[in-house]
């Protein structure tokens, strides 16, 4: 009785070793890179509150199951490493494809090279090709959005007094707003809020 329980027990044991080495699934195609930037806890909690900021504060459309992130690393004027983090309901992501990505908890984050002034590079790859990779790793989580039409306005042009062609556009792409982190070398961090 006890060595088939000491049996057991070690074959557990030796199961669940094995078990906390594997990484988990490898991704769909290889054309856009994962990638882990959480080298520590910190920023591995910077990135769990933003998502949870933007569940709680409807940036993902929760109803729906729809969000990634957006992650842009970059170095400011002064030198620090910096991220910019911003939710997104929808697949305009494919005006410029990262090459890039990581899976954190099973939430998509793209992840962009950025300039000094915190804009996204554009991609070096063919868009086409990553693109149809992103697909495949971001499946439903985000909308697809409609192609651009004119809408009827009875709103008039100041001055010129001509009808408007085109009434007034919503960015209705999370509402979270968009965080920048900012690391300073001694291990602490900012952060700015933008709307």
């Known amino acids: 009785m006890k060595v088939s329980f000491l049996l057991i027990v070690s074959l557990f044991v ?25 080298t520590d806890s910190v920023k591995r ?14 940036g993902f459309s929760v109803r729906y199951n729809k969000g990634i992130v957006y992650l842009t690393q970059y170095t400011n004027e002064e030198g620090k490493p910096c991220w910019d983090l911003y939710a997104r309901i929808d697949d305009s992501y494919k005006d410029n494809p990262p090459s890039q990505f990581m899976d954190f908890q099973g939430d998509i984050v793209l992840v962009y090279q950025g300039d000094e002034k915190r804009r996204p590079l554009k991609a070096a790859k063919d868009k086409e090709v990553l693109n149809k990779c992103l ?26 007094n ?9 960015d209705m792409t999370g509402g979270a ?18 709307y």
């Not at 030796?14 to 959480?38: D, H, I, M, R, W």
């Not at 009808?163 to 919503?170: D, Q, V």
């Open 14 to 38: 030796f199961l669940s070793s094995k078990a906390g080495a594997q990484q988990g699934y490898p991704p769909p195609c290889t054309e856009v890179e994962q990638v882990n930037l959480l």
């Open 45 to 58: 909690r910077i990135l769990y509150e933003f998502i949870q900021s933007c569940l709680n504060e409807n």
């Open 135 to 160: 697909e495949k790793i971001i499946g439903d989580r985000v909308f697809t959005r409609p192609t651009t039409k004119e809408r009827w306005t009875s709103d008039v042009m100041p001055i010129s």
């Open 162 to 170: 001509r009808p408007r062609k085109i009434g007034n556009s919503r």
């Open 177 to 194: 707003g968009q965080i920048a982190i900012i690391f300073n070398s001694d291990g602490t961090y900012e952060k700015r809020q933008y």
